[in-house]
């Protein structure tokens, strides 16, 4: 996991500092003018090389590195893998007909076809909810499945109108 500070320089511009997966430590400075100024650093927190940019160089490579400008094959293929599928939150509100009932016992994902990846709660996080998951109002159900199929969803843990 890679870890990310910012911080102003103060008439010059930002500081972007990165401490990556690999536990190497890199460092960008972009200036006010556009340059920007982009270091690796060694274990003792020294710069072991840098190349500085003008903006417009930083632009087009920024585009090469964040796929715009050519993307893996691997992330192509997973695009081309999900098209058609959609991810989605539901908060379930304290009349929901699903408040105090278990999962495994709703039949959500063999009635929809839409599966709850997760469970967002005040101050929790959870995945994969096991079938005992017993459903509280202000859940929020993360959920994935074919977009047409959410509606079917929405008629299990939603209220009737009435």
Request: hydrophobic letters at 35%; a neutral charge; charged letters at 30%.
């Given at each position: 996991m890679s870890f990310f500070s910012e911080s102003d320089l103060p008439?010059?511009?930002?500081?972007v500092s990165c401490t990556t997966h690999s536990k190497e430590k890199v460092v960008l400075v972009i200036h006010n003018d556009g340059k920007r100024e982009f270091y690796i650093m060694d274990k003792?927190?020294?710069?072991?090389?840098?190349?500085?940019?003008?903006?417009?160089?930083?632009?087009?490579l920024g585009g090469f590195l964040s796929g715009v400008m050519f993307k893996p094959k691997s992330v192509e293929n997973l695009e081309l893998a999900l098209e058609g599928i959609r991810i989605d939150w539901y908060k379930l509100d304290k009349n929901s007909p699903v408040i105090g009932k278990k999962l495994g016992g709703?039949?959500?994902r063999k009635n929809t076809q839409v599966s709850i990846i997760a469970i967002l709660k005040e101050t929790e996080f959870i995945p994969n909810p096991s079938s005992d998951y017993v459903f509280e109002a202000g859940d929020t159900c993360v959920v994935i499945g074919k977009?047409?199929?959410f509606k079917d969803f929405l008629e299990i843990v939603r209220p009737a109108q009435g």
């Amino acid at each position: 996991m890679s870890f990310f500070s910012e911080s102003d320089l103060p008439g010059i511009g930002k500081k972007v500092s990165c401490t990556t997966h690999s536990k190497e430590k890199v460092v960008l400075v972009i200036h006010n003018d556009g340059k920007r100024e982009f270091y690796i650093m060694d274990k003792e927190g020294d710069p072991q090389a840098s190349v500085t940019l003008l903006d417009e160089e930083a632009r087009r490579l920024g585009g090469f590195l964040s796929g715009v400008m050519f993307k893996p094959k691997s992330v192509e293929n997973l695009e081309l893998a999900l098209e058609g599928i959609r991810i989605d939150w539901y908060k379930l509100d304290k009349n929901s007909p699903v408040i105090g009932k278990k999962l495994g016992g709703l039949g959500i994902r063999k009635n929809t076809q839409v599966s709850i990846i997760a469970i967002l709660k005040e101050t929790e996080f959870i995945p994969n909810p096991s079938s005992d998951y017993v459903f509280e109002a202000g859940d929020t159900c993360v959920v994935i499945g074919k977009p047409e199929k959410f509606k079917d969803f929405l008629e299990i843990v939603r209220p009737a109108q009435g």
